[in-house]
């Protein structure tokens, strides 16, 4: 994989992998990656490296997910790239909680996609997972759409929907999405799902309230929405979540 073909009107092809790697070395908000067909690194930016503790790309370089990042927090990238590499589905854009050490958990956006030869034949995949940019200062975001974020992030129990916060904001919905999506690189349904899966997992780790009670203070009225939700984000239950977090005190 020393080359990939480009596909961009004007750029010479094959395109040098190191090139790209050389690149997203200077991205330290992005964990790049390619992978072989049997999910192995192949080649990785300096940025996912330290994210695991690690000090040089000799020791993530020939290994999966799942051998330099124990229990679930392997597991579940490699699973991805397993479904990726099998069906030739990409995964864009997808929310998620990951670990960096030591012991902490930062929100990202992964997106996967199949690389194939000339015969069409899958032969790896390449991806990013870019950390979700915090939010700027007040004084630049409208003063009805902090107001409204700010009354969500402090009523987690009450029910909403993005059109409902777009109303609180007093903008049009896609006025209110491309406000979300410049401040913090999400859509509205996915910035609600990191709010108040982000609230869960402060909950999880930090006291001792049971997992339906937590359910209910992050606003989801129903334990197994609760956990679908909570693992479509992070990739684990809830109850498994506060289990490794404890395993890594």
Known sequence: MKQLAAAVPGVPAPVDVA???????????????????????????????????????S???????????????????????????????PLL????????????PGWCLTTKLPMRDAAGKIIGLIGISRDVRAPIGTREIPVEFAAALEHFENHLAEPVTPSALAR??????????????????????????KTRVAAASRLLRETEQSVAGIAMACGFYDHSAFTRTF???????????RAGWSARL
């Open 19 to 57: 090139l790209l790697e050389s690149l997203f070395d200077q991205a330290p908000d992005v964990a790049f990656f390619i992978k072989d067909a049997a999910g192995r690194y192949r080649v990785v930016n300096t940025s996912l490296v330290e994210r695991h503790g690690l000090r040089h790309k």
């Open 59 to 89: 020791q993530v370089l020939g290994k999966r997910p799942s051998e330099i990042c124990p229990g679930e927090f392997g597991r579940i990238p490699a699973a991805q790239d397993a479904a990726v590499l099998r069906t030739g589905r």
């Open 93 to 104: 854009d997808h929310l998620e909680l990951h670990w960096s050490t030591p012991h902490k």
């Open 168 to 193: 609180r904001a007093q903008l049009a919905p896609p006025r209110f999405a491309r406000l979300l999506k410049r401040f913090f690189g999400l859509t509205p349904s996915q910035f609600i799902a």
């Open 231 to 241: 693992r479509a984000v992070t990739g684990v239950t809830p109850t498994q979540f």
